[in-house]
């Protein structure tokens, strides 16, 4: 298997642009994390999914962010407007049991 | 809410030496406790994990020890290795798909050839 797969690995955007964040995860795999790293905050669950539907959400900082999950091999993540406080490190996690397995991760940066 | 404190926040050893990171978690409810390494531009990913069944689980290099009463919880690595420099991060959940995975804050650890 290729593992959790995300895209883009690297994305550069304006304050006020659109950033839309994606991720595959393993198949089979039935719950769906996705986390925001910086220096300051750490590794921060943003929302988690379970069968495709969104679980908890309680971590998503603002009504910026959003996430879906439409099929069980795909999920987004959107900010909208993004602003230069975003910028972070974004994984996506899956698993089928505890094993939380993690993509390589979106770098992104607002300007 | 739920929250996991992890120490140190950087461990620096001499190669050969042992190193010990120590976790505290609050939720007397969690039974499932993971242990991730990240490497640089890479995703945490997990070497070892234990449940609430055992008090001490090894492979190879590697140890974690379970105290439940006092919620706490350690990772144990012994012959250091240049290549276990990485960050460390320590973990709690319920134990089910459903449930949240509580993240430390890392652990930091360089190991000097």
């Known amino acids: 298997d290729a593992g959790v797969i995300q895209s883009p690995r690297h994305e550069v955007t304006e304050m006020g642009q659109e950033v839309t964040l994606r991720c595959k995860p393993i198949?089979?795999?039935?719950?769906l994390f996705w986390y925001r790293q910086t220096m300051m905050r750490g590794l921060e669950l943003l929302i988690y999914?379970?069968?495709?539907?969104?679980?908890?959400d309680s971590g998503m900082p603002e009504d910026r962010f959003s996430a879906k999950m439409p099929n069980a091999s795909f999920s987004t993540l959107k900010i909208q407007p993004s602003e230069p406080r975003d910028s972070a490190v974004y994984f996506c996690?899956?698993?089928?049991?505890?094993?939380?397995?993690f993509g390589p991760g979106t770098r992104l940066t607002v300007l | 809410g739920e929250n996991v404190e992890q120490h140190p926040s950087t461990l620096s050893v001499q190669e050969g030496d042992s190193a010990v990171i120590k976790c505290t978690y609050s939720?007397?409810?969690?039974?499932?406790f993971p242990w991730y390494k990240q490497e640089l531009g890479k995703g945490p990913q997990l070497i070892i994990d234990?449940?609430?069944?055992?008090g001490e689980k090894k492979d190879q290099r590697i140890a974690v020890t379970l105290n439940k009463t006092a919620k706490h919880f350690s990772l144990h690595i012994t012959e250091t290795q240049p290549e276990d420099s990485a960050v460390y991060f320590c973990?709690?959940?319920?134990?089910?798909?459903?449930?949240?995975?509580?993240f430390g804050p890392g652990t930091s650890l360089s190991v000097i050839p």
């Open positions: 198949s089979g795999h039935n719950s």
């Open positions: 234990i449940r609430s069944n055992v």
């Open positions: 999914f379970n069968n495709n539907v969104p679980i908890d």
């Open positions: 996690a899956s698993s089928l049991k505890n094993e939380q397995f």
């Open positions: 939720d007397s409810a969690s039974n499932y």
């Open positions: 973990a709690a959940s319920r134990g089910t798909s459903y449930d949240k995975v509580i």
